[in-house]
């Protein structure tokens, strides 16, 4: 998502103090502990931290195709002494936990780190999750820095922590540290030796005898780790001079309680699993109440009101989104019995919404286009660009939960159909990369299970909504290096989709696509449909002259406008009456020309052929036709 | 400028849509803050920014700068790319804060559908609602030397002397950026800086002309 934000890699020998957004501090850091191997699946507010690791060339970086085979790369890795790193959004390590689980049994040789960035205010995710959970749930470890220097100082800790108690460690990150820049010092590089893979099946091999001796390892280290935690000095006492509150926080949280209360004392949790109840009994005694501040579940809370601490927290605050101090400053001062200080304030003022759209040109607007145009059909959906196919004026996507859940849910629609919806067309759509990361599972269970659903695979070789990130369909890898490419209608002929069934449509050529679709949903077994027009984001895409609207020649019907396309304008409205007494709302166009790649999607909904070249109109005007050569990217 | 927490903090917001280049604005404001010894914070709410949506950009600098969020209410300056943009972040504006803002319209899809109406006069209605606003059509200027693109720098010139620091650091910081690029993307964003810079002047006139 954050592309815009630019991807910059301080010198080796770097000055003093740099702006630098957490992710790039994580990135910085990840380089100086000496790792030597990191992996990821990009997804937002994380990417950008693998995009900077990648540009350091001592460490091999990849984008793995999801988040569990990153931890496991990060794990061999790590089993083999070296440093290593892997990094994901808060629903990646809901992919990645299987490997986690047990690797807090068998532990590491080489340091583990796991960046985990949590989505806290629902920036672009599905849901808002609170991963401090999978510290307690893997008996591991958590940091949770609060601004770009301690993401830059703590991952550096997690390093140190990871190895000194050979436990995969979680660096906790929100969207709130990932994107923020502020200024941080860092350091240099420091090479490590590697001690090479130990044979040892009774650490490495975890089957249920050597799992089961593992355990009492595994809670021993955490009784260590909460002893760690008692003298951390990742854990820091702040005691102010206003003692009738005072907080126990975590992560940016931390910024916002300062900002709010600044004579307040404050116990700010950096190793914030296991807690140190010891220390945090000796804080709370020092104070008249303790409140505590953590986005966004009750986490902390709860652990200490179970060890017989008298504190609040979700009673008085909300259980999602950030803790800013507009929303702790009244919550502090209802608790306190005071009135909030009266402050000027600035009505807002109502404006339309401005939901994402998809892009000038992108391929996805043809296939909602087209899938607009369809009756009788449900369409599970997926995560990437392509879920805004839900929204206007497509209204094309029924269902959206998780990486790759349009396949399982489709087949679960076509069998739990109900009788008066026998008829029903069931179609998933699905990304090219999100079918890889985790759809193909999915469609080999509609293949054995005998389905009747069509898929259509969108390929735009990239990882659309994330900046256009490479992944195996796209043929390059993480640098941008030729990578080999997988041949998406060979791998579903593979995974039992008959050929007849398999077809390779261009996603600018509606009336295709349109018949294709048609035919294919009437057919009761699995078919693909796969679409291959690039992301107008990436460099394989080569943009067209761009179309103009003959003012005389629109009628103001307004198919166009049912493309979607951003960079189409109403003009004027108008309101007539038919002859056969009919109302008709017209809305007469105009192409932004200067944004228009040429991709002619247009063109084909235009009765009065009125889109032309913007060159045409400087000739005499001449005839002009629609025609295969209107094609981008071919 | 404005109190918050125990340190004298500025407060400056950038606003606009996806693509904008209102992250990068921003970016340079916090390094001209920098350059001048100032601790920096810069944040965004930036949702699915690149796709054309919402994009609001927080700087925040002084002597220590702790939540990166400019809380609502206490913005000194509203940097509006868009003219619709400024209008739904006006709030985030202290009372006696100051908009300059591009009265170019960027209108979206939703709005074109017929689903929900453009303000009519977005600089009116933020006047009439007691804000004070410097209004100029950066949109215009910028392509008119030649590339919308220069619009941020247009933006940026406009800011300039509305800071706590002088015109001269931020326009060090812009043209720095293109120095190692082509000789005349030096000199086109100077003039871009220095068109924005008037364009402000002359909105600032006139709407003093007007208040008498």
């Known amino acids: 998502m954050s592309a815009e934000a630019a ?3 301080p010198p080796m020998t770097a000055p003093s103090r740099l702006l630098m957004s957490g992710n790039e501090a994580v990135a910085r850091a990840v380089w100086e502990a000496g790792v030597r191997v990191a ?18 060339p001592a460490i091999y970086t990849e984008w793995s195709v999801n988040e569990k085979v990153s931890l496991e790369v990060a794990f061999g890795a790590a089993m083999a002494g070296s440093r290593s790193f892997c990094a994901m959004k808060h629903v990646g390590m809901n992919v990645a936990s299987d490997a986690l689980m047990t690797m807090t049994l068998t532990g590491v040789a080489g340091g583990l780190v796991i960046a985990i960035a949590d989505d806290v205010g629902l920036s672009s995710s599905q849901n808002e999750q609170d991963s401090r959970y999978w510290g307690r749930f893997a008996h591991v470890p958590l940091l949770e820095p609060a601004d770009s220097q301690e993401a830059h100082d703590f991952t550096l800790a997690a390093f140190e922590l990871s190895e000194r108690f050979e436990v995969p460690v979680i660096l ?5 540290i990932c994107h923020v820049k502020g200024l ?26 050597a799992a089961g001796r593992r355990l009492p390892l595994m809670f021993e280290r955490e009784r260590r780790l909460r002893a760690e935690a008692e003298i951390s000095d990742l854990n820091v006492v702040e005691l102010g001079s206003d003692r009738r509150i005072g907080f126990v926080t975590s992560g940016p949280a931390y910024m916002h309680v300062r900002e709010s209360f600044p004579d307040a004392p404050v116990f700010k949790l950096g190793l914030s699993f296991p807690l140190p109840f010891a220390s945090l009994r000796r804080f709370a005694d020092q104070c008249e109440q303790l409140v505590v501040v953590e986005e966004v579940e009750p986490l902390i809370e709860t652990e200490l009101k179970a060890q017989g601490f008298n504190v609040t927290g979700k009673d008085i605050l909300p259980l999602s989104g950030e803790l800013s101090p507009q929303v702790l400053k009244p919550a502090i001062a209802h608790l306190l019995g005071e009135a909030l200080a009266e402050q000027a304030k600035t009505a807002p003022m109502p404006v339309f919404p401005r939901p994402p759209t998809m892009c000038v040109a992108c391929p996805h607007l043809g296939v909602y286009y087209t899938l607009s145009q369809l009756r009788n059909v449900t369409i599970s959906g997926d995560i990437g660009c392509y879920t805004l196919g839900f929204g206007q004026p497509w209204n094309a996507l029924d269902a959206c939960i998780s990486m790759g859940a349009s396949m399982g849910m489709a087949l679960g629609l076509d069998k739990g159909r109900s009788d008066a919806e026998k008829d029903k067309k069931i179609v998933a759509v699905i990304g090219d990369s999100t079918f890889l990361h985790m759809g193909m599972q999915g469609l080999l269970d509609i293949v054995y299970n005998r389905g009747n659903v069509t898929v259509l695979l ?18 390059r890898d993480i640098h941008g290096q030729e990578a080999p490419r997988v ?37 009761p077994e699995p078919s693909v449909i796969i679409t291959s027009q690039p992301c107008v984001l990436i ?48 809305a007469f166009v105009r192409i932004e020309s200067a944004a228009c790649t040429g991709c002619g999607l247009c063109l084909k909904p235009c009765a009065p052929d009125a889109i032309v070249h913007v060159d045409t109109l400087a000739m005499p005007i001449k005839v002009v036709r629609k025609s295969a050569e209107l094609t981008p990217g071919a | 400028m404005s109190e918050s927490g125990k340190f004298d903090t500025t407060n400056i917001l950038v606003v606009g849509t996806g693509g904008q280049g209102v992250m990068t604005a921003t970016e340079i404001l916090a390094e001209a803050a920098i350059a001048l010894g100032h601790d920096v914070k810069k944040t965004e709410v930036a949702g699915m920014a690149q796709r054309g949506g919402v994009v609001s950009s927080h700087l925040r600098f002084g002597p220590k700068v702790l939540s990166p969020q400019i809380t609502p209410g206490s913005a000194d300056v509203l940097l509006g790319f868009e003219a619709a943009e400024a209008m739904r972040w006006r709030h985030m504006l202290r009372p006696e804060g100051l908009v300059l803002m591009n009265t170019g319209r960027l209108v979206p899809p939703i709005v074109e559908l017929g689903l929900y109406d453009y303000p009519d006069d977005p600089v009116a209605e933020m006047r009439a609602a007691g804000t004070h606003v410097f209004a100029f059509d950066a949109s215009m200027i910028a392509q008119e030397l030649g590339d919308i693109r220069l619009g941020n720098t247009v933006m940026l010139g406009a800011i300039s002397d509305h800071l706590p620091f002088p015109a001269e650091v931020l326009e060090r910081c ?36 007007a208040a008498l």
């Open chain 1, 172 to 176: 906790r990150l929100t969207t709130r």
């Open chain 1, 39 to 56: 992996a990821a699946y990009p997804g937002t507010p994380s990417t950008e931290i693998l995009e900077c690791v990648a540009a350091y």
């Open chain 1, 7 to 9: 991807i910059s890699i």
């Open chain 2, 174 to 209: 812009i043209l720095k950026r293109f120095a190692s690029k082509k000789a005349e993307l030096v000199e086109l964003n100077r003039r871009a800086f220095a068109a924005g810079r008037a364009a402000a002047e002359a909105a600032a006139k006139a709407e003093a002309a």
């Open chain 1, 458 to 475: 969108l390929d735009n070789r990239a990882v659309g909504m994330t900046g256009g990130q490479d992944n195996p369909g796209s043929g």
């Open chain 1, 539 to 586: 460099k394989d895409y080569h943009a067209l002259k761009p179309y103009t609207v003959i003012e005389d020649k629109c009628t103001g019907c307004g198919n166009c406008i049912d493309v979607g396309c951003p960079a189409i304008h109403v003009t004027r409205r108008d309101r007539v009456t038919k002859a056969s007494g009919r109302e008709v709302d017209l």
């Open chain 1, 184 to 209: 941080v010092s860092i350091g240099e590089r420091n090479e490590r030796p590697v001690a090479g893979f130990t044979k040892d099946v009774s650490r490495w091999v975890m089957v249920p005898s």
């Open chain 1, 487 to 523: 041949d998406f209608a060979n791998l579903v002929k593979a995974l039992g989709v008959r050929e007849e069934r398999v077809h390779v449509v261009n996603a600018y050529e509606l009336p295709v696509l349109l018949k294709t679709l048609r035919e294919e949903t009437k057919i």
